[in-house]
């Protein structure tokens, strides 16, 4: 909080710090977090129902967002969406939502799972996908978007 | 071969680190800057032409020109919150060259007068937000952010914000109230937050690419740079590139090329055996184009003029193994999820879009909704706080005016079709 000059500002890494210990936005998290920050409960729930990744219920604490936009979509989003939610069907230690574009078109069609971007998916990706996030293991080292060199074959020189 | 600024020595091992950013000639643009008196560097800026790489495309120099002068507090935030669909560069350049975008925003805040800054970076980018919060440790070791930077009379604090998904904060107001730890509801403009912004102080708004431009432009010189691209579109642009193209990815490309060249030449096209239906050329928000418009340069004004925009630089291509209903209906799920709802044509048009497109789709439509969703779009733009409603009736509407004939065609052959499921 002392990083801003209005307190306030600390609503969002507050609440998500809160989501890491809670698992979600439960009311206990958002009370505690209220009461150190000194604002009220109700402001807070205000702010998490505004933003997509603060949960507002319980969820699986491995979260795995299928992007679905536009460009994702144009190369088979929902078929891999719907892959990964019937994989995934049953096991609690999941969260598998649909995202909304996550800036990564150029592995489409991708997921970011627990914050690592990974594409492109094939169908056949899914099984290994979640076993290795069930394992502990780096989810689909060969598919990391962080190793993938730039599409600028000129600026590779 | 066209040059390259931005994306120089990008896989270059390493970049991200200080030490082999420096050994490339790293932080010697600041260094440059702090040399000379804010006027002067500002006057650089103003030179080079930049116009802002985040959508709107308005002058950078004359924005920084635009806070007022004097000893009040004044902020300079970065927009991180890279959200157009079809748009990855800043994810790129924070990626791999984070020290690019510090020494610009240093750069920028010196000229500007700002001793406080933030960049807001979309809570999605995880590995970006911890590359960028390394690189500013080591910038802060380094003496280039702090107090006194490298003994000068400037100082800057700089304080790296995640965001938590929501598309508006990409809004410059939205982004300000989300950073205020509010919703990311949209302000009514004016003011305009270079009057009043951040904690209703004066705030220059810019965007991750813009930022990083700026060194390149202290070392090249503001008319060097501009000599670069067209006469009203300077420089380069990162362009990404997406959709139905063989090889998507992040170019640089100097403005005013013309689009085949972006599409085919470095894309590689659509795949083997199919045709480009249409094109977004910046950004889902920008009306589409067909490929009778292949050859329009790609830049500010060119664009604007075949109806379009460049916007951020994300070109997506379609092509004509998907019905443009398809298209139309993803676009108006995502801005209906995303409005804020705050004014009643965005929240209520962006609905009644995507239930006339359910219509469309499940038979129930005749042609004349076709007219009645059209007069919607036209009824959402320009009203609207921010541009969110915008974006959506842009290409909806552009959609509905180039290819009537197969919406037509979809309407038909959906109401001749049993109960469709």
Redesign the interface.
């Known amino acids: 909080m002392a990083?801003?000059?209005?307190s306030?500002?600390?609503?969002?890494?507050a609440?998500?710090a809160a989501q890491r210990v809670h698992g979600w936005c439960s009311p206990e998290a958002i009370e505690q977090v209220a009461s150190v920050m000194g604002v009220t409960p109700a402001e807070l729930e205000?702010?998490t129902t505004?933003?997509?990744?603060?949960e507002t219920k319980p969820v699986g604490r491995h979260s795995v967002?299928v992007c679905?936009?536009?460009?994702c979509?144009?190369?088979g989003a929902d078929a891999l969406l719907a892959a990964v939610q019937e994989a995934a069907d049953g096991n609690r230690e999941f969260n598998v939502r649909a995202?909304?574009?996550?800036?990564?078109?150029?592995?489409?069609p991708m997921a970011?799972v627990d914050?690592?971007?990974v594409g492109p998916l094939a169908i056949e990706d899914v099984p290994r996908l979640l076993d290795d996030v069930s394992a502990g293991r780096d989810v689909l080292p060969d598919k990391q978007?962080?190793k993938r060199?730039?599409?600028?074959a000129?600026?590779?020189g | 071969?066209?040059e390259?600024l931005l994306?120089?020595d990008?896989?270059e091992p390493g970049l991200n680190t200080l030490s082999v950013y420096e050994a490339r000639g790293g932080y010697a643009s600041l260094r440059k800057a702090l040399q000379m008196v804010p006027e002067d560097v500002l006057k650089e800026l103003e030179a080079s032409g930049l116009r802002g790489r985040g959508g709107a495309g308005f002058a950078m120099g004359k924005k920084v020109s635009f806070l007022p002068k004097g000893a009040i507090?004044k902020y300079l935030v970065c927009n991180a919150d890279?959200?157009?669909?079809?748009?990855?560069k800043?994810?790129?350049l924070m990626?791999?060259t984070p020290h690019m975008l510090l020494e610009g925003l240093i750069i920028a805040s010196y000229a500007a007068g700002t001793s406080?800054s933030f960049i807001y970076i979309?809570?999605?980018?995880?590995?970006q937000a911890d590359v960028l919060d390394a690189a500013l440790g080591e910038a802060r070791e380094a003496g280039y952010v702090g107090e006194q930077i490298l003994g000068s009379a400037h100082s800057l604090s700089l304080?790296i914000?995640?965001?938590?998904?929501?598309?508006i904060c990409g809004e410059e107001t939205g982004l300000l109230d989300?950073?205020?730890?509010?919703?990311?509801n949209p302000r009514l403009k004016p003011p305009f937050p270079a009057n009043q912004g951040l904690?209703q102080g004066p705030t220059l708004i810019n965007n991750v690419e813009t930022l990083s431009t700026v060194p390149a432009i202290m070392r090249m010189g503001g008319a060097e740079y501009a000599k670069l691209g067209t006469e009203t579109s300077t420089g380069t642009k990162l362009v990404?590139i997406?959709?139905?193209v063989q090889?998507?990815?992040?170019?640089?490309i100097e403005l005013g090329i013309p689009s085949r060249e972006i599409i085919y030449g470095?894309a590689g096209g659509p795949p083997e055996g199919r045709q480009i239906k249409c094109w977004f050329p910046g950004g889902?928000s920008a009306p589409v184009l067909t490929p009778e418009d292949l050859d329009v340069p790609y830049d500010f004004d060119s664009l604007a003029k075949a109806g379009s925009m460049l916007g951020s630089g994300?070109i997506?291509v379609?092509d004509d193994s998907?019905p443009i209903v398809e298209?139309a209906m993803?676009?108006a799920k995502?801005y209906r999820?995303?409005s804020?709802g705050k004014c009643t044509p965005c929240r209520e048009g962006t609905n009644w879009t995507v239930k006339m497109l359910e219509r469309i789709d499940s038979g129930q439509a005749t042609p004349m909704d076709l007219d009645i969703m059209a007069s919607v779009q036209e009824h959402i733009i320009g009203n609207c706080l921010c541009v969110l409603g915008d974006a959506m009736a842009m290409p909806i509407g552009s959609m509905i005016a180039k290819f009537r004939g197969e919406f037509e065609a979809h309407i038909e052959s959906r109401r001749l079709e049993p109960v469709h499921a």
């Open positions: 990083l801003y000059p209005d306030r500002s600390a609503a969002l890494p609440l998500s205000a702010v505004f933003y997509d990744m603060l967002y679905t936009n536009i460009s979509s144009l190369r995202f909304e574009c996550l800036g990564a078109c150029d592995i489409a970011s914050g690592v971007y978007l962080v060199p730039c599409a600028d000129e600026a590779r | 071969m066209s390259k994306f120089k990008i896989d507090e890279e959200s157009e669909p079809g748009t990855f800043d994810r790129e990626q791999k406080r979309r809570g999605e980018y995880v590995q304080v914000h995640r965001g938590a998904g929501a598309y989300s950073l205020e730890g509010k919703r990311g904690y990404s997406s959709g139905h090889r998507p990815g992040n170019y640089e470095l889902s994300a997506i379609v998907t298209v993803k676009l995502f999820h995303e804020c």
